[in-house]
């Protein structure tokens, strides 16, 4: 599920980036300049959400922190679709970004379990290494939806404002809202280091059950 989810995530480098210039060139000028500053805010956004993010999730555990950064993401690819002017799509972009960190908390849960143990140590390998397979994945998907959004109607024939260059921002924004209500169905509630001491107290618990006449 996070593997799914990450690359939810992912697939906007493929499908944004390829209609974000035209959707610029549409809603003003300096496409070029703007599409740019867009790239730079959304990463710098990223890369600043990172660390809180992280720190919230081993605080109070990755749902909520994950739930928040989803709804993030989708309420910013929502103004993404709805930008009336280039400023917009660059806010939009560092908004989704901030969204976007979610993969930090989702690459922690894939990546815990007991370091000391060949076994998990061979799966938790494993699923790192689908994680980021995933992931790449997604991004080269992201030029085909792209291509597909391409066949939807524009100008006078455009319905409810959605045409090739705005459509991507209202899928994702789609995108993130499941990945919101799968966050909140199925990852942990409780930080790892909570998890991992009430493991050991069960264990230690059966062991001693299993010892006594």
């Known amino acids: 599920?996070?593997?799914?989810?990450?690359?939810?995530?992912?697939?906007?480098?493929?499908?944004?980036?390829?209609?974000?210039?035209?959707?610029?060139?549409?809603?003003?000028?300096?496409?070029t300049v703007l599409a740019g500053v867009a790239a730079a805010a959304f990463s710098l956004a990223k890369t600043a959400a990172f660390v809180p993010l992280g720190a919230a999730a081993?605080?109070?555990?990755?749902?909520?922190?994950?739930?928040?950064?989803?709804?993030?993401?989708?309420?910013?690819?929502?103004?993404?679709?709805?930008?009336?002017?280039?400023?917009?799509?660059?806010?939009?972009?560092?908004?989704v970004g901030l969204g976007s960190s979610v993969t930090g908390v989702l690459l922690g849960v894939v990546g815990s379990g007991d370091g000391d143990d060949s076994t998990m140590r061979r799966k938790r390998d494993l699923r790192l290494a689908v994680f980021n397979g995933t992931s790449l994945?997604?991004?080269l998907a992201g030029p085909g939806l792209a291509a597909l959004f391409s066949f939807l109607p524009e100008?006078?024939?455009?319905?409810?404002g959605v045409d090739a260059y705005s459509a991507p921002g209202l899928f994702l924004a789609?995108?993130?809202?499941?990945?919101?209500?799968?966050?909140?169905?199925?990852?942990?509630?409780t930080p790892p280091a909570q998890r991992c001491s009430r493991q050991v107290g069960e264990a230690v618990i059966e062991r001693n059950v299993s010892v006594k006449p």
Request: positive net charge; glycine residues 8%.
């Open 137 to 139: 994945l997604a991004v």
């Open 155 to 160: 100008g006078e024939h455009e319905r409810y």
């Open 1 to 31: 599920g996070a593997c799914v989810a990450a690359s939810c995530v992912g697939v906007e480098y493929g499908l944004i980036y390829p209609t974000i210039y035209p959707y610029l060139r549409e809603l003003g000028t300096h496409p």
């Open 58 to 95: 081993d605080r109070w555990g990755p749902r909520r922190p994950a739930v928040i950064a989803f709804l993030v993401a989708s309420i910013g690819n929502v103004y993404y679709f709805a930008a009336a002017r280039p400023l917009d799509v660059v806010i939009a972009r560092a908004v």
């Open 174 to 189: 789609a995108l993130a809202l499941l990945c919101a209500v799968w966050a909140c169905l199925a990852l942990p509630a």
